[in-house]
């Protein structure tokens, strides 16, 4: 910004009020229809998902394997798989990434090496998928020997979990006003007894948005599986050294397949999976609103 | 760090508990509860400290899988090599066709959502009612949960037909169509970090423009944009890092071509593209493996950049308006 700009600002030079007006109202409305024209755009993509995959969905599809060259039957080990893979994020994410939500938000003291740490997290959530696919290939797959497993599936997508859970953590955390720490400490509750009995409890809400948040991200993310172990067609995994297949992974590779289309899977998969996502976040949005009524300051 | 727990106030409350527990007196029942306190302290400071290693771990598994290309083709002859031929008995392993690919790629999406992310961001925060704008937080919210790949096929069934039909192109599989459908997975970034940034700004600025007669929308672009450009700028760059680096998308609509794309109605391959591509195909530990981890290294180092940079002027106007 220059200095003569900045005089601009404040100026009655160019004061007409009835074009000021005008200009307003064209403003005004052309904005409202830009915002109105992509919010309906994204209502116009959920619900042509759900008109040409609700044909689709029927008990035999979500519960059978896939039949016939992967042309008929269903879908269930991909959800199975999908489903394995967001037990695993949890598992090695929600505890790391919520402990450094704490540590940020609660223990850490401003101070160089702290600020190296956020810019670094801040970072790890613009990395590209695929990069994190190649990250985990070489040190989940092949470097710790897991191989094309859920577990180094699950490895990989926990890391590109971990900002996203993060974030909300510290966010959900910044939110408590300090009179509650305040409060405890004045009752002789150490830092550990606050933040065990006041703190974490208070913030829950926000944490498992956020944590609800990063596992969807991490149930539709299909470029971290491509090599560590993703299958075209794999039977349900019963332990974690096996290949599986995975929802979003089974949508890619029957939307692209050319050799024999069905398009009934593509949109079904695509129904299943935008589905069990947009459920899930509703749900958590519905009960975080409810709970931040409760809880208001 | 804005953070509330480390105010001068509540370090001497700490510190007072501290004289509280280290005698004998504790009010709440427990007995050395500073050897549980200090426990649970290190043990979440060093779980906090882990996230730091997966960063440094991707950056050295990258480089150390780059290190045989490095080698045998150079660098210099990657980055600047206009020919991808990976396959052939000669062959070539110039990233030019992924990197212009990527570049007119990413060019599209941001002319297309810039702009609407952008007057998006201006309507909600100078001129939605809150309600209007809680309901188009939720919409966004579930923006940024559809997967990627579901876009891809929607692009696929949608887009391609409607590109092929109007332009004059031979299939819809080209960068424009991608760029297009980037552009809208890329939307909810733009439009949420530029809406904060406007938010951000003190109202007493928009308070004191409204006093001197200004209207709505010349407070909002003689005051508030400029107050809040670094934002917005910043904000720009995130959506370009996504873009950049978004991989489904490309991987389904962008056509895939071997060749340097002249214009963004030519099948065009880009960097994500190709390492989703190929990676999973190739011999482990072969020049062309390599090379892979090599583009992958690019990435990275060019999407850190970006938000390294996005990062500064974040920080830099939070430090602006703060108090």
Redesign the interface.
Known sequence: MSGSKRKEVITFSDYDSRGARRVEAIVRTFTMIVTIAMMTLVLFLLAYLFVRGVGSINWQFLSDIPRDRMTGGGIWPAIAGTLWLIALVSAFALPIGIATGIYLAEIAKPSRPVRVLRVAIANMAGVPSVVYGLFGFAAFSLALGFGKSLLAMGLTLACVTLPVVITATEEALKQIPNEQRQAAMALGCTRARTLGKVILPTALPGILTGAILGLSRAAGETAPILFTGVAFFAPVATDVMQPSMALPYHLYIMATQPTTPAPHIVWGTALVLTGMLSITNAAIATWRSAKRRKLQW | ?N?????K??RI??FQ?GL??SGQT???G?RN??G??S???I???V??????F??I??AA??I??SLRAFDEVGIWSMIAGSGWFPTSSNARYGFLPAQVGSIWVTTVALSACVP?GV??A???SE??SKRFRE??K?????????????????G???LVPLIRQHLPVDSGLVALTAGLVVG?VC?PTI?SISEDALRSVPSELRQ??FA???????T?Y??IL?AA?SGVFAAVM?GM??A?????VV??LAGNAGIIPASPLEAARTM?GT??QE??EVV?GSVHFSV??TL?LV??VI??A???FA?MILERSRKKWRR
Do not use: C, H
Request: proline share 3%; no cysteine.
């Open positions: 760090m953070n509330p727990a480390n105010t106030k509540n409350i700490r508990t509280a527990e504790t009010f709440n427990l509860t500073r549980l306190d426990a649970a302290t043990f979440i400071s779980l906090g400290w882990t996230a730091i997966v960063l771990g991707i598994f990258l150390q899988s609407i007057l998006s201006v309507y909600l001129f939605a309901a188009a939720t919409v966004i919210e579930f923006m940024v949960t559809i997967p990627s790949v579901v876009f891809g096929l929607i696929l069934a949608v809208i939307l439009i004191g423009s001197l007669g200004n209207t709505r929308w010349q909002a003689k005051v400029p450009s995130l890092g996504r950049i680096g978004e991989t489904m991987l389904m994500t390492i989703a990676t999973g482990r892979l981890f992958g990435l990275f999407t850190f970006i938000n390294l990062d």
